[in-house]
């Protein structure tokens, strides 16, 4: 069983910063791709930032120069580091991993259960 843990969410008011991590365990070969994705009410979940085993990295439109993703592969690890946060960045934020499994080597896809950030004065 492979499962994902956010932290960091919170309360911040417009233009500060949070860090969001997420940490993987469980039995698995390895971690290929990662991610966060976010979902506010009444919309559909989005992708934020994406980033590979190798350490590239993707973002969404509304997030680029703002957000950061970054990997631990050691620690099985993913970070989002939020700066100059926007009222319309109040979402669910959820960790994303693909995992190669154990004995059968095939990958699956696993979500973490959520952290709220909302950006409010």
């Known amino acids: 069983q492979v499962l994902l843990e956010e932290s960091g969410g919170g309360l911040v008011q417009p233009g500060g910063s949070l860090r969001l991590s997420c940490v993987v365990s469980?039995?698995?070969?390895?971690?290929?791709?990662m991610g966060w994705y976010r979902q506010a009410p009444g919309k559909e979940r989005e992708l934020v930032a994406s980033?590979?085993?190798?350490?590239?990295?993707e973002y969404a439109d509304p997030v680029k120069g703002r957000f950061t993703i970054s990997r631990d592969n050691a620690k099985h690890m993913v970070y989002l580091h939020m700066n100059s946060l926007k009222p319309e960045d109040t979402a669910v934020y959820y960790c994303?991993?693909?995992?190669?499994?154990?004995?059968?080597?095939?990958?699956?896809?696993?979500w973490g259960q959520g952290t709220q950030v909302t950006v409010s004065s």
């Open positions: 980033i590979t085993r190798g350490g590239s990295t």
């Open positions: 994303n991993a693909v995992a190669v499994n154990i004995p059968t080597l095939r990958q699956s896809e696993y």
């Open positions: 469980g039995s698995f070969f390895s971690i290929n791709d």
